[in-house]
């Protein structure tokens, strides 16, 4: 079970575009600091903090060798994400259940009147 903690610091390294963005490049393969740089336009300062929040995290995390310091997706806090979400799956089915059925009821109110 994930620690409440461990929830808030994912949810929170989630909520940034740039962050979101970082992941989506790293779920292609590991890559420097300078790689993932180049399609934004900011500084590798503030690169670097946005990527010093998601390894606070746990969603990445950056090698050591020497100069090259590859930073690799750890899937694993995405994961626990998605197993606290899933308490909720059947509360969101029940309302786009109720929604169909509602959808349908104003269909055949339609058809009627035709």
Not at 1 to 26: E, H, Y
Not at 34 to 46: G, H, I, Q, V, W
Not at 61 to 72: D, E, I, L, N
Request: hydrophobic share 40%.
């Amino acid at each position: 079970m994930i620690s409440d903690t461990q929830l808030d610091l994912t949810f929170s390294a989630l909520a940034n575009t740039t962050r979101r963005a970082i992941l989506a490049r790293l779920s292609q393969g590991a890559a420097t600091v300078n790689e993932l740089a180049e399609p934004f336009e900011m500084s590798l300062p503030a690169i670097s903090k946005h990527i010093r929040v998601l390894e606070k995290a746990g969603l990445i995390v950056q090698g050591q060798k020497a100069q090259y310091r590859p930073c690799t997706l750890n899937a694993a806090p995405l994961k626990e994400v998605s197993h606290w979400t899933e308490q909720y799956r059947h509360i969101w089915e029940q309302r786009f259940d109720q929604m169909e059925d509602y959808l349908n009821q104003l269909n055949s109110t339609e058809n009627k009147h035709e």
